[in-house]
Each structure stands twice: as structure tokens, then as C-alpha cells.
């Protein structure tokens, strides 16, 4: 569902990602993890087409992922949700099912409203919103197309412990679907019990993309040991 080969991205003579190369299957839920400067966002805006990269090649569903067949297939949630200021939670929806030629998008985006709690609130503009709403918005837009990939940066922060754990069931029911998610984040324990494999990034490199138990055996002499110590032991400083 996604290749990436040899991505590349330059600030200057600064490589924020180097050289990585990996793939995405159907139906499988990835953790991207790394500290900060780490390349997670980066790799993903890359791969989204919001940052231009400087070299490799990168293609979602077999067509280049700057294409319009590409961008057909993926959603995109960014770190920082952005909301029009002067639409209404309801118009987002709406706006996004005219954009993706959604065919009976209303019920679908009454259920995923009242999924994130928002069913009260789709009448409230954009600018009204506190961050968490905006989120809830993102991710309810992100939905609604029914795409075949996702893309997740940090999904969870800003949202309550229902909502994240909404985000989870909903993980977890798209993946027996057959689709794929990507997902960037901080926060270890959001992704331990839903991905299928982790993938962890330090100075803009791949150093670790494996499941989580293959990842143990190769890294970790505790088997008791959980994904946080593994991370914490992959990325500390030399």
C-alpha cells in the first residue's frame, strides 16, 4: 500500500531524513516512534506531499504520492489540527464529503459525531472550538472518505480517555478491514497493544522496524521488558 525507497530530506546541509527506505502492507498498524528531531514528522509530511523531500522515490497504492490517484486513497491528520475559522463542525464534514465525491455522507458523519461527542456541538464554528474539539473534527474528517491509509501524527494528544480510547476501536476495526494506518506519537503505551509493528527513528534514521516481540529478541535481554524500555534503550545517546 506504500513504498517508500531512499527517502531523503535537506534543510540546508542538514539531513532531517536519511536515506530511509521501508513499506506498509494492507491491513496492518504501524507505530512510528522517535524522540523529538527524531524525523517523524517530517518522513510523513514527506510522504503527504506538505514537505517537498529531496531525493527517493515514495508511491501509495502503486501511483506517485503527489498524484491525485494517490491522494484519493490516503487521509492525513496533522500534529496541529486545522479548522476553518468560519465553518460550522457539521460544514467540515460536508465540505469534505463534497471533496471526496462521498455518496450518502450524513449518516455516516452523524455516527462518527456521535462517536467523538460532537453530535452537540455541529452547529459551533471552527474558531469556537478548544483544541481537543479540533481533533475530534481532524480525525471525524480523516473518516469519512473511508480511505484505504491513514496517517496519524500524534492522534491522541489533545483528546479525552474516552476519545482515545474510541481512536483505539476504531484502529483496531479498520485494520480487519484491510486498511493501513500509520501512526507517529510520543506516547508508547497509545500504540503497544495496536500495532502490528514498530518502527523507531533517531537522527532521521531507521533503527528499529520490526513487531514488537522480534524487536525484544533482538534488542532487549529482559523479555519482561516493555516497548518504552525498548525505546529508551534504542535511542538513548551514545
Not at 472518505?145 to 476519545?163: R, S, V, Y
Amino acid at each position: 500500500m506504500l513504498e517508500v525507497n531512499g527517502l531523503v530530506k535537506k534543510y540546508g546541509k542538514q539531513n532531517a531524513v536519511n536515506n530511509i527506505t521501508f513499506s506498509l502492507e494492507g491491513g496492518e498498524v504501524v507505530g512510528l516512534l522517535g524522540p523529538n528531531g527524531a524525523g517523524k514528522s517530517t518522513t510523513m509530511k514527506c510522504i503527504v506531499g506538505l514537505l517537498r523531500k529531496s531525493a527517493g522515490e515514495i508511491s501509495i497504492g502503486g501511483h506517485d504520492h503527489l498524484s491525485v490517484e494517490a491522494k484519493k486513497l490516503f487521509s492525513y491528520i496533522p500534529e496541529t489540527p486545522h479548522v476553518y475559522d468560519l465553518l460550522t463542525v457539521k460544514e467540515h464534514l460536508q465540505f469534505i464529503a463534497q471533496a471526496y465525491s462521498v455518496i450518502n455522507w450524513q449518516e455516516k458523519a452523524v455516527e462518527l459525531m456521535e462517536i467523538y461527542e460532537l453530535d452537540d456541538k455541529q452547529d459551533k464554528l471552527g474558531r469556537d472550538l478548544s483544541k481537543g474539539m479540533r481533533q475530534k473534527v481532524s480525525i471525524c474528517c480523516a473518516l469519512l472518505p473511508d480511505p484505504q491509509i491513514l496517517f496519524f501524527d500524534e492522534p491522541m494528544i489533545g483528546l479525552d480517555p474516552k476519545a482515545i480510547k474510541n481512536t483505539k476501536r476504531i484502529f483496531n476495526e479498520l485494520k480487519t478491514k484491510g486498511k493501513t494506518i500509520l501512526v507517529s506519537t510520543h506516547l508508547i503505551d497509545s500504540v503497544e497493544t495496536i500495532a502490528d509493528r514498530i518502527m523507531i527513528m533517531k537522527e532521521g534514521n531507521i533503527i528499529g522496524n520490526d513487531t514488537l516481540a522480534n524487536l525484544k529478541s533482538n534488542f532487549s535481554r529482559d523479555d519482561d521488558s516493555s516497548l518504552e524500555d525498548l525505546f529508551l534503550e534504542l535511542t538513548k545517546d551514545e
